[in-house]
């Protein structure tokens, strides 16, 4: 009898709710209402994040083979520490690193299916600068050194990096180059050369290319 009872009160609570809103609203104007807001709000969202997109795509550049793009001059401050100065599109980045090489992350987007057949090219974006230590205990002492961020996007709205956390992307898909283990010199300058396969450093000038010969 108890849960009887509670049933038979609930559904006589639910029955008087129902029977309030057909007296306040049952030409359903509110509900129209509710759907069109609901509309709009969809609407506004996907208009910011389509806003988003188009602010991260117009960072990014074709991959063609028209030369380096980027190019990479070191100066040396102090012992192990170097004042790098990346030039790409135009413009010149100013880094500090430390250690005895560097690497170069890119960001790569790559066109798949439909739009790929439609003759889309795969872009690039530069997107961080490390200097390293050759031994490993110099290199956790300096938790990974000095490094330089190419790009100001914060995570929670990097393309690049919400493509990269999917499984299975349509149409674009997230890749990356790293040119690793480069040595660091005083007055050296090095050129990055970039296809579909990966990037490429190389030597431009005798400093570089003398840090770049094996020991001995």
Known sequence: M?????????GSVG?????????????????LGWFKGCFLIMLLS???????????L???????????????????????????TLAANGTKRHVQLEGDTWELQIQVLRWTGLAKALGLSDGYRLARINGR??????QRGRNAALSGRLYGTPQWRDLWHWLDGLDNPQFIEADAFVVRYMPMADKARFAID???????PAALNPVALHALKPAG
Do not use: H
Not at 2 to 10: C, E, F, W
Not at 133 to 138: A, G, S
């Open 15 to 31: 029955l008087a709710l129902l029977f309030v809103m057909a007296r306040m609203g049952w030409r359903l104007d509110w509900l």
């Open 2 to 10: 108890q849960y009887l009872g509670l049933a038979a009160l609930l």
């Open 133 to 138: 230590y050759v031994t490993l205990e110099k």
């Open 58 to 84: 117009q960072q990014f550049r074709p991959i063609t083979q028209q030369g380096p793009v980027a190019v990479l001059e070191l100066t040396e401050a102090a012992p192990q520490r170097y004042a790098a």
């Open 194 to 200: 970039l296809d579909a396969a990966g990037a490429k």
């Open 46 to 56: 996907l208009s910011a994040l389509l806003g988003l997109a188009a602010w991260e």
